[in-house]
């Protein structure tokens, strides 16, 4: 069964104190019903990823709050896995169409961080972690700091390496008008920027942000009779890891991600060369570092260097690499990564990314992932033209 | 597609203050499997339901964190929808059978709730509201105080009638091992324990537990292969409403149970009164007295009044619900409550459920709700002698 993205949104990124989030998301589903030719009353059901709501704002049952907004109380659930939480709803979103049991979804990622105090929101990333790593006092910039470490030592890659990461997805980010930063930085200043966990600077991590992102997805065999540029989902897969790195076989790395990616190229017949165009899980630089390298689009221990050197720089390279700016530059806010990724590869797919487009995109893949590694979602999405 | 349960299994629910999450979860799904000759290397997904983790004990991504003990880092992911996520957890895993993107899967209900402080509890709980209620200072014993006093005047129903629930529950609940309360009630008990929220009392009212339950599901086409009395799912449906009562048609009715109980009659050719035993989501006594109304087994007006009469007891009645205890004897531990349902009525429909035995169970139902009515999951399960 062929599953479509009909279209998606994004609502900006960014510090949104004044728009609530129900107003979020508001704006991201019925921006993504317009982009794709839907009518709320065709919607069956709502597939809700959100992490920190719960916790942060004590308000859970989010699939029937937010079904509320499409006034036909289809059914309606949250789908949780970290900062996972989008593709993982995306996941079973395409799992009941491919069941036959719905026929046209909405799946919303959303979440709300600034509107809290900065140590609960700390303290509420670490949910994702295990109780080791929470009661040994690690937070997560320090478990990526560890990775960056040891990484750094295996590879001999340099601190300025690792920075590439950032300023290419800063170049991306200013290009796109949903960004949470849409300036450009240098190498010298992620260099200058404050400590957060040695040897992890403030420009090698990813904001804390508020937004929100919807895509519609349908089983309907013929979706061009709905809209005219329709994408198409090949594969959906996860995998896991054990939430404590100290249980892990490598720290350079990610067990979940290699796994989740084999899966996906071995079931469609694609391989890493075959993508223009991937939304990395670039929470911190290091992420998109290793990422690159798991995916097989880097071999290991050049991901950092690759980047650097413009391997996945829009314009530059073959394969280009967040687009968007990635969670550092575009924002990361937790439960809307997953899908922002998906819509923004859609919009890549269509040829209607405005100034960031990567030229001939056919073929794109988006890379989610929860907590250090724990959990990792990868879709394949190919334009259907 | 058939889709077949294997097994299940449910820890003792109760005040469980030595036991950890992770023990609970171990426990229950390794019971799951033994139950449904079931290695755990032949589990390909992990689906669990939850919805007080993150808030209460600030720790998300259960998924990923009990696949640990499966040992071979399946895809995992949590689904909440309050006191629903059991049952949506359910949802989806069956989704993902018939979509053939996994053959067997676990889900998992769990919840660990007495660790915390019982304001903290009773906040969290109230997650599952909206802001409007919250802010108007309700709880879930005061929304259904509401529900109670609507309902006992326009139809006429007493207090003592409404107790009859308990009593019935609490008579159920002495005979199953694994209930909270294993002592019977009398109605002169319920009149006379301390007022929650008039009319309801403290033995109207479901209580804070400890617990978790697994079952194992598979799509495998001869599931008599691996167990000699598989359940077969005949109908999974979920159905949302608004989060708050004054957004509500009436307050003497479910909408989101009535549809989504009239969506699995339709699909699967059941009538109500086909059903010989159900798990009813008794988390007040109100709430049954409308479920069985809504659900079609009683008249309108008549449940409380049926329940009294013994409609609905062991031995007596021709529809048994609750032979578990429900949630006001077996114990509520809230994300457990949709997943330990499942494993009453497979007991019950194997004819292994002990002094509870439902006699010529054939067809069961199970009926799980999120919030005040915000989600309703029904279940219908059929015996595969």
Known sequence: MKISILGGATTKFGELWNISPRDLAREAIFGALANSNI???????????????????NQANL??????????????MRVEGACASGGLALHNGINALKAGVYKTVVVLGIEKMTDHESNAITNGLMAAGSDEERMAGATFPGLYA???????????????????????????????PK?????VITVDNVMKSAKIADPLKLLDCSPISDGAA???????????AIHNKPVEILASE????SLSLHERESFVSLKSVVKA?????????????????????????IAEAIAVEDLGFSEK??????????????????????????????????????????????????GVAGKRQVKNAELGLAHNVGGSGAVAVIHILQNNL
Chains 1, 2 share one sequence.
Do not use: W
Request: contains cysteine.
């Open 63 to 76: 699939g029937s709050l937010f079904a509320e907004e499409l006034g036909s109380f289809v059914p309606a």
């Open 179 to 183: 960004a949470q930063f849409q300036r």
């Open 301 to 350: 221990g050049m991901g950092a260097k690759d980047i650097s050197k413009g391997k996945y720089t829009l314009t530059k390279g073959k394969i280009i690499t967040n687009p968007s700016g990635g969670l550092k530059a575009c924002g990361h806010p937790v439960g809307a990564t997953g899908i922002k990724q998906i819509v923004e590869i859609t919009e890549q797919l269509r």
């Open 39 to 57: 009518k709320s009353t065709q919607v069956e059901a709502l597939f809700v990823g959100n992490m920190l709501s719960g916790i942060l704002a």
């Open 214 to 224: 919807a895509i519609v997805i349908t089983s309907d065999p013929n979706p061009r």
């Open 146 to 176: 560890l990775i960056a470490r040891a990484y750094m030592q295996k590879y001999n890659v340099t601190e300025e390496a690792l920075a590439g990461v950032s300023v290419k997805n800063h170049f991306h980010g200013s290009l796109n």
């Open 261 to 285: 990616s084999q899966n996906a190229y071995k079931k469609t017949g694609i391989k890493a060369t075959d993508i223009q165009v991937a939304e990395i899980h670039d929470c911190f630089s």
């Open 238 to 241: 996860v995998a896991t890891d």
